[in-house]
C-alpha cells in the first residue's frame, strides 16, 4: 500500500494530516465516534447561547449606563461620554461573542474531523471565554454558555476518543 492508498484514518493513525486533495476531488466522509460528535453540538449550541447571552446584555444597555452614571464619582467624565463608552463597549462584546461562535464552529469541525491542534485551540477558546465571562458583563446566559463549553471540551479529552486524536511522534 502506498502513501495515496491510505485513508486519512490510516494517516491519521500515523500523526499525519490528511491526504491533499484536488480541486473538485470528493473526500471520504467523516466518521466521528460519538462523543466528538456530541461535542461538535455542544460547540454550536456553545456558541449560540454566547451570542444570545451578549445580545441580552446589548438590550439592557440602558440599564447599564444608569448605573455607571449613579457611579461615576469623577466630574471630569459625563454622562454623555459614559454613554458612548458604555454602547461601544456593548456592541464589540457583541462582535465579540459572535466571533468567538464562527471560532468554536470552525475549530469544532476540524476536531470533528480528528484534528488534534483544534481540540488544543478550542481548549484555550474555553478557558479565554470563562476568564472573560467572570470580568465582563457576564449574566446567566453568557455562563451557561461559558459552561457548555467546559463541558464539550471535557467530552474531547474522554479516554475513549484519545485514539482519534493522534499524538503525533517525536520522528516522521
Do not use: C
Amino acid at each position: 500500500m502506498t502513501d495515496s492508498d491510505e485513508t486519512d484514518d490510516q494517516r491519521r493513525k500515523k500523526g499525519l494530516p490528511p491526504a491533499p486533495r484536488f480541486s473538485g476531488e470528493d473526500r471520504e466522509p467523516v466518521n466521528p465516534p460519538t462523543p466528538i460528535k456530541v461535542s461538535f453540538v455542544l460547540w454550536l449550541l456553545s456558541g449560540l447561547v454566547l451570542i444570545a447571552g451578549f445580545g441580552l446584555t446589548l438590550t439592557a444597555k440602558q440599564d447599564i449606563i444608569d448605573r455607571l452614571v449613579e457611579m461615576n464619582n469623577d466630574p471630569r467624565i459625563s454622562e454623555e461620554q459614559l454613554a458612548s463608552g458604555a454602547t461601544s463597549l456593548l456592541w464589540t462584546l457583541f462582535v465579540g461573542a459572535i466571533v468567538f461562535a464562527v471560532l468554536f464552529a470552525l475549530f469544532a469541525w476540524k476536531a470533528r474531523e480528528g484534528t488534534r491542534s483544534a481540540r488544543t485551540i478550542l481548549t484555550v477558546l474555553a478557558a479565554v471565554s470563562l476568564i472573560f465571562q467572570m470580568v465582563l458583563f457576564s449574566n446567566i446566559i453568557t455562563l451557561a454558555s461559558a459552561l457548555v463549553s467546559i463541558v464539550a471540551v471535557a467530552i474531547m479529552y474522554l479516554p475513549s476518543v484519545q485514539d482519534y486524536f493522534p499524538k503525533v511522534p517525536k520522528t516522521l
